[in-house]
């Protein structure tokens, strides 16, 4: 009756230990199932982070293209270092500027009316992008392309409203 028992619980000892070792089994391929989908859900995160620079920046000076800004208030130069974007309108008799340039790794905005020189260091700062290049293709036609830090590139061209002009005091 001993050696019987013996194996029983010999029996119920090895059926215990396998037990554990398949919940072992069982909690490591969980652990690493959520370490596995963390880490896919980071790589979307910063892809759609990314994405997201680049509509921004982009919707931005579209919108700034598409609001007030006529084709001969529109002008491409290069200042202080910087290729600029320059929006010219006529505001209630004031000639206002909106300048935006890219630097540093980001976009700026820079608002001034006449007399005042142009300083990039007062420049608002609106959002980051690895670089952001603007160049005329015709009269009324702008191509704009954005770089994330991800080295992923989108360009948009903006048509420029030719209905008014803008003109200095």
Same mark, same amino acid.
């Given at each position: 009756?001993?050696?019987?028992?013996?194996?029983?619980?010999?029996?119920?000892?090895?059926?215990?230990?396998?037990?554990?070792?398949?919940?072992?089994?069982?909690?490591?391929?969980?652990?690493?199932?959520?370490?596995?989908?963390?880490?896919?859900?980071? @790589?979307?995160?910063?892809?759609?982070?990314?994405?997201?620079?680049?509509?921004?920046?982009? @919707?931005?000076?579209?919108?700034?293209?598409?609001?007030?800004?006529?084709?001969? @208030?529109?002008?491409?130069?290069?200042?202080?270092?910087?290729?600029?974007?320059?929006?010219?309108?006529?505001?209630?008799?004031?000639?206002?500027?909106?300048?935006i340039f890219h630097r540093d790794g980001a976009l700026y905005e820079l608002a001034r009316s006449g007399?005042?020189?142009?300083?990039?260091?007062?420049?608002?700062?609106?959002?980051?992008?690895?670089?952001?290049?603007?160049?005329?293709?015709?009269?009324?036609?702008?191509?704009?392309?954005?770089?994330?830090?991800? @080295?992923?590139?989108?360009?948009?061209?903006?048509?420029?409203?030719?209905?008014?002009?803008?003109?200095?005091?």
């Amino acid at each position: 009756m001993s050696s019987r028992r013996r194996r029983e619980a010999s029996g119920h000892m090895i059926g215990g230990l396998f037990s554990f070792v398949l919940f072992g089994v069982f909690v490591l391929l969980s652990l690493l199932l959520v370490v596995i989908g963390a880490d896919g859900y980071r @790589g979307v995160v910063e892809q759609g982070e990314a994405e997201a620079e680049l509509r921004t920046s982009l @919707g931005y000076v579209l919108g700034k293209l598409r609001s007030d800004a006529a084709t001969d @208030g529109v002008e491409l130069t290069h200042q202080a270092g910087v290729d600029t974007l320059v929006l010219t309108e006529n505001y209630g008799g004031e000639v206002l500027e909106t300048i935006i340039f890219h630097r540093d790794g980001a976009l700026y905005e820079l608002a001034r009316s006449g007399g005042y020189a142009f300083d990039p260091d007062d420049a608002w700062r609106l959002t980051e992008v690895t670089a952001f290049e603007m160049e005329r293709e015709g009269e009324t036609l702008i191509r704009l392309t954005a770089a994330a830090a991800d @080295g992923r590139t989108q360009t948009v061209h903006a048509a420029i409203r030719v209905d008014q002009e803008v003109a200095g005091p």
